[in-house]
């Protein structure tokens, strides 16, 4: 069984940076798409961003150019680098990972607990 454990988050000051990371086991990572997902308080979980096996990567408008999501197959480890973070980022991150079975199964969906960002003076 596949396991997801992120690490990372806290209270930054606007304009502040945080990594998060993310930890994979039980699973063959460097075959998995992997992205981060966030949810504030009274709102939907929506997409951050998105790294693909081979490392493509893109990201949801509101955070282009601010966040960068890397990953690093010899550590089964995903990152997400948070730049110039603003107040609105705050909220509860998480970790998913989409692990490929066969054709009949499909996709196997993973989350992470979640870790909170918190963006205040």
């Known amino acids: 069984q596949a396991e997801l454990v992120e690490f990372g988050g806290g209270l930054v000051q606007p304009g502040g940076s945080l990594r998060l990371s993310c930890a994979a086991s039980g699973t063959i990572f460097n075959r998995n798409d992997m992205s981060w997902h966030r949810q504030a308080p009274g709102k939907q979980r929506e997409l951050v961003a998105r790294i693909t096996a081979d490392g493509s990567a893109n990201y949801a408008d509101s955070v282009e150019g601010r966040f960068t999501i890397s990953r690093d197959n010899a550590k089964d480890t995903v990152y997400l680098q948070m730049n110039s973070l603003k107040a609105e980022d705050t909220a509860v991150y998480y970790c998913?990972?989409?692990?490929?079975?066969?054709?009949?199964?499909?996709?196997?969906?993973?989350w992470g607990q979640g870790t909170q960002v918190t963006v205040s003076s």
């Open positions: 998913k990972m989409e692990e490929p079975q066969s054709i009949q199964i499909g996709v196997l969906y993973y």
